[in-house]
């Protein structure tokens, strides 16, 4: 068999539906076939073919300090040569939950789970239970993973398909998720459980909370008895060292982590207040459970991520990450396309738009879906592929700079962007 991506994704065609593990990767909202990874370091993936490209994927944010640290990489071994799960308590657990709950104000406990999907899940269960209510709400455009109940209005590639949300979930499912636009603070009542929100929004590309946004969810929930959930999968651990809440000084009652927290290998956690959390089976009433839940090595794995950085490792990665988003949007701007940039800390959106004009930026689904529909997207994408950089195969994710990408090689990105630019605008 040739060595070649189309080869390797016409094979996985045959056995995996779609070819993919997950819809995002799939390449149906750029066109095309999907790179077929062998292996990444640091900030590069290399393909079957082996080119190797500067990634901006890395992973959807489950990478901070980019692919295959030696550190993480050194304690996933040693985990593995102990034994990978027992279906017993172990050290490795306490030890990550005791990093996220010393390094997270307000966080007291944490109970890991596999996912994020998992983790949002579980979390929607505490507050229904602990209120005893039902009804939740959620924004427009954010994405909680692809539980039943939390498949409505969705980012990322619910969003990227153009679904309401998804077959197979039945109207009961939803019945009771209310569904509201991001950045204008909603008027509860005594029936709602919690309120989900992505402190900074990063599935439907990138947008921040406007000032006052979290402090008029937290107001409001109070108000009415109803939970705050911060929905940190993609935030935890990535925008600063106590992630959102830090960040932004709002504290939720339930939190949410993935991504970042497993070093690359699948792990979700949920979390709050210990009181809260006697909900909990086996404390309380609230069912939750998982074989491989608080897994040795995923535990191992994310421990060292957060153990390798500290509170200047998250300027210095703002820092760099910000400088070239500023740098990013003028090369593309000097192209020939419009362009903008939303930073967040060191989370970047990067929106194309088919005018030479400048780029408003957008506070909501609606706003960024907007620009997104003008299509420059897909050809963008693929001028900077052809070019040796990697971002994410949809208009809805947002990139990400891990520790490993230095400044020398942002600025080959932006090289890049504007010869990218160049050739998109000539196209046109
Ligand atoms: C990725 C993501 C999830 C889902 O996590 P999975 O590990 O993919 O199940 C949930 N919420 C947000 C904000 C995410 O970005």
């Not at 949002?120 to 959620?138: F, N, Q």
């Not at 991001?182 to 709602?192: A, M």
């Not at 982590?257 to 979390?271: E, M, Q, T």
């Not at 070019?387 to 520790?403: C, H, K, L």
Request: aromatic content about 8%.
């Amino acid at each position: 068999m040739a060595e070649t991506n189309r080869a390797w994704f016409e094979r996985a065609s045959v056995v995996i539906p779609g070819g993919v593990d997950s819809p995002v990767r799939s390449f149906s909202s750029v066109g095309g076939v999907p790179y077929t990874v062998v292996e990444g370091e640091g900030p590069y993936v290399v393909d079957v073919e082996g080119t190797r490209y500067i990634d901006l994927v890395q992973s959807y944010g489950a990478s901070l300090l980019g692919h295959a640290h030696p550190q993480v990489v050194s304690a996933i071994t040693q985990a593995a040569r102990h034994g990978s799960t027992f279906g017993a308590p172990t050290k490795g657990e306490v030890l990550l939950a005791e990093a996220m709950t010393s390094r997270v104000p307000g966080l007291e406990q944490v109970r890991f789970v596999s996912s994020g999907t998992e983790a949002v899940m579980s979390a929607v269960r505490v507050a229904r239970g602990a209120t005893g209510r039902s009804k939740i709400l959620k924004f427009d455009g954010c994405y909680h993973g692809h539980a039943d109940h939390l498949l409505v209005a969705g980012g990322s590639g619910v969003a990227e398909l153009g679904l309401p949300g998804s077959a197979g979930v039945p109207p009961e499912a939803v019945a009771d998720t209310v569904v509201a636009p991001y950045n204008v603070i909603p008027t509860l009542d005594e029936t709602f459980a919690c309120v989900l929100v992505e402190p900074v929004a990063a599935n439907m590309n990138l947008v921040a909370p406007a000032p006052g946004f979290l402090e008029g969810l937290r107001a409001e929930c109070d108000r009415v008895g109803a939970l705050l959930l911060f929905d940190e999968v993609i935030t935890g651990f990535r925008l600063a060292q106590g992630g959102a809440a830090e960040f932004f000084g709002v504290t939720p009652d339930l939190w949410c982590f993935g991504k970042v927290i497993g070093g690359g290998l699948p792990v979700g956690a949920f979390g709050g207040k210990a009181e809260l959390l006697t909900v909990l089976a086996p404390q309380g009433p609230v069912y939750q459970a998982g074989t491989l839940s608080g897994n040795p090595l995923a535990t191992a794995a994310g421990r060292s991520v957060l153990e390798h950085v500290t509170p200047a490792s998250y300027i210095e990665l703002t820092t760099r990450a910000q400088a070239f988003g500023r740098d990013l949007e003028a090369a593309i701007q000097r192209g020939g396309i419009g362009a903008r940039v939303v930073s967040v800390g060191p989370l970047l959106g990067l929106y194309v738009g088919s005018g030479r004009d400048p780029i408003e930026t957008p506070t909501n689904y609606v706003e960024a879906k907007a620009i997104i529909d003008q299509g420059i997207y897909p050809l963008f994408f693929h001028a900077l592929l052809r070019r040796g950089v990697a971002m994410a195969p949809g208009a809805y994710e947002i990139m990400f700079v891990s520790m490993s990408h230095s400044d020398e090689i942002l600025a080959e990105v932006v090289a890049k962007a504007t010869e990218a630019s160049l050739e998109v605008a000539a196209s046109r």
